[in-house]
């Protein structure tokens, strides 16, 4: 009995010192702590000015910045709307052409077509079983298109904001460059993330907005709105494969007033004041820089000095783009083995995702 006792009592003294020291041969899980950016951009129509300076830009400069940047051309997108089949495979192309001339590097980041990584949709589908319709209806730019389109409005299109927060959670993105017109969306991603980190635990990270520097660039027909691709006033938008020649009848042709003095004053001369933005924005040089420099030039004549200085800041994109989009097999292959990448990422997220959902 004794024996049993002391027996009894170096078993406890055991059980005691392991609890203290823990086990010996598990290690303690690690805190995943690399961060992720994600982007994407849809593959109709050929980017303008705009895009350039308010997205594409910031996107080269991000490579440097982060180890883990992700681009995707989000081609499910842009079936909200008709597409012409043969037309949407080449703007793909065209599209991986153009970022591949404006600096995005496959080395450096993971560039691939959205549709090859199913994962996006997959996801999508759970999370958009978990938000109330009132939450997309009530989104500015469902607002805006549905007014448009009156009753023509299809499901995809008020559902498209739950597949772009797809598109960012199932890499477990931690940042996103945005525009000011993404505001609400990005706002929506983080209420999906954190519905489903209530409902089964923490997983997803809460992404954060990087916002772009340039704000937005105004049409250079109507300065109240933004350039914008699908614009019907040929002149209003400056596409980064404009000729010389049709980037400088633009300009030529932007409203400005009659005031003829070079300034910067958003709320009162808009239409200059885009010019100047512009100007600053491809040079290089501050607002004030740009303004100082110009001391003494009419509106005329400043005109077509921005129009040299988008010339300049193009010209060498454009070459590339021509050469580029003259292999598509490379195009094709940049795009395959980038998918592959992505879906290395994806996968693993989404795999988890089903598991704690219960889909097996």
């Given at each position: 009995?004794a024996?049993f006792s002391v027996?009894?009592a170096?078993?406890?003294?055991r059980?005691?010192?392991?609890l203290?020291?823990?086990?010996?041969?598990?290690?303690?899980?690690?805190?995943?702590?690399e961060d992720?950016?994600f982007?994407?951009?849809?593959?109709?129509?050929?980017p303008?000015?705009?895009?350039?300076?308010?997205?594409i830009?910031?996107?080269v400069?991000?490579?440097?910045?982060y180890?883990?940047?992700?681009?995707?051309?989000?081609?499910?997108?842009?079936?909200?709307?008709?597409?012409?089949?043969?037309?949407?495979?080449?703007?793909?192309?065209?599209?991986?052409?153009v970022?591949?001339a404006?600096g995005?590097?496959?080395?450096?980041s993971?560039l691939y077509q959205?549709?090859?990584?199913?994962?996006?949709?997959?996801?999508?589908w759970?999370?958009t079983?978990m938000?109330?319709?009132?939450?997309?209806?009530?989104?500015?730019?469902?607002?805006?298109?549905?007014?448009?389109q009156k009753?023509?409005?299809?499901?995809?299109?008020?559902?498209?904001p739950?597949?772009?927060?797809?598109?960012?959670?199932c890499?477990?993105s931690?940042?996103?460059?945005?525009?000011e017109d993404q505001?609400?969306?990005?706002?929506?991603?983080?209420?999906?993330?954190?519905?489903?980190?209530?409902?089964?635990?923490?997983?997803?990270?809460?992404?954060?907005?990087i916002l772009?520097?340039?704000?937005k660039?105004k049409?250079?027909?109507?300065?109240?709105?933004?350039m914008?691709?699908s614009?019907?006033?040929k002149?209003?938008?400056?596409?980064i494969?404009?000729?010389?020649?049709?980037i400088?009848?633009?300009?030529?042709?932007?409203?400005?007033?009659?005031?003829?003095e070079?300034?910067y004053e958003?709320d009162?001369?808009?239409?200059?004041?885009?010019?100047?933005?512009?100007?600053?924005?491809?040079?290089?040089l501050?607002?004030e820089?740009?303004?100082?420099?110009?001391?003494?030039m009419d509106?005329?004549?400043?005109?077509?000095?921005v129009?040299?200085?988008?010339?300049?800041?193009?010209?060498?994109i454009r070459?590339?783009?021509?050469?580029?989009?003259m292999?598509?097999?490379h195009?094709?292959?940049?795009l395959?083995v980038?998918?592959?990448?992505a879906?290395?990422?994806?996968?693993?997220?989404f795999q988890?995702?089903?598991?704690l959902?219960?889909?097996?």
């Amino acid at each position: 009995m004794a024996l049993f006792s002391v027996r009894k009592a170096r078993e406890c003294w055991r059980f005691i010192r392991a609890l203290h020291k823990g086990p010996a041969a598990t290690s303690a899980p690690q805190k995943e702590s690399e961060d992720r950016v994600f982007s994407g951009i849809q593959p109709t129509g050929i980017p303008h000015l705009g895009n350039y300076l308010g997205a594409i830009e910031s996107w080269v400069k991000l490579q440097e910045e982060y180890d883990t940047v992700i681009y995707s051309i989000v081609d499910l997108h842009s079936i909200t709307v008709p597409q012409d089949p043969t037309v949407l495979q080449q703007s793909i192309l065209d599209m991986t052409a153009v970022l591949l001339a404006c600096g995005i590097n496959p080395e450096k980041s993971i560039l691939y077509q959205q549709s090859k990584v199913c994962e996006h949709t997959q996801l999508s589908w759970i999370l958009t079983c978990m938000v109330r319709l009132p939450r997309l209806q009530y989104l500015h730019q469902w607002k805006a298109k549905a007014a448009k389109q009156k009753h023509n409005g299809t499901v995809g299109l008020l559902t498209y904001p739950v597949l772009q927060a797809a598109d960012i959670l199932c890499y477990k993105s931690t940042h996103v460059p945005v525009g000011e017109d993404q505001v609400q969306h990005m706002e929506l991603v983080q209420d999906l993330a954190r519905s489903f980190n209530r409902k089964y635990g923490e997983f997803f990270p809460l992404p954060k907005s990087i916002l772009t520097p340039m704000k937005k660039v105004k049409s250079l027909r109507d300065p109240s709105a933004k350039m914008s691709k699908s614009d019907p006033d040929k002149l209003a938008t400056v596409r980064i494969t404009d000729s010389p020649e049709e980037i400088v009848q633009k300009f030529r042709k932007a409203m400005t007033d009659f005031t003829s003095e070079v300034t910067y004053e958003p709320d009162s001369r808009a239409g200059v004041s885009n010019l100047v933005a512009i100007h600053a924005a491809v040079s290089g040089l501050s607002v004030e820089e740009v303004v100082r420099s110009s001391a003494g030039m009419d509106t005329a004549h400043y005109k077509l000095l921005v129009a040299d200085a988008v010339i300049e800041k193009f010209a060498p994109i454009r070459r590339e783009i021509e050469k580029l989009k003259m292999d598509k097999d490379h195009l094709r292959k940049v795009l395959l083995v980038g998918s592959a990448k992505a879906k290395e990422l994806a996968s693993p997220v989404f795999q988890e995702v089903k598991k704690l959902v219960g889909i097996l």
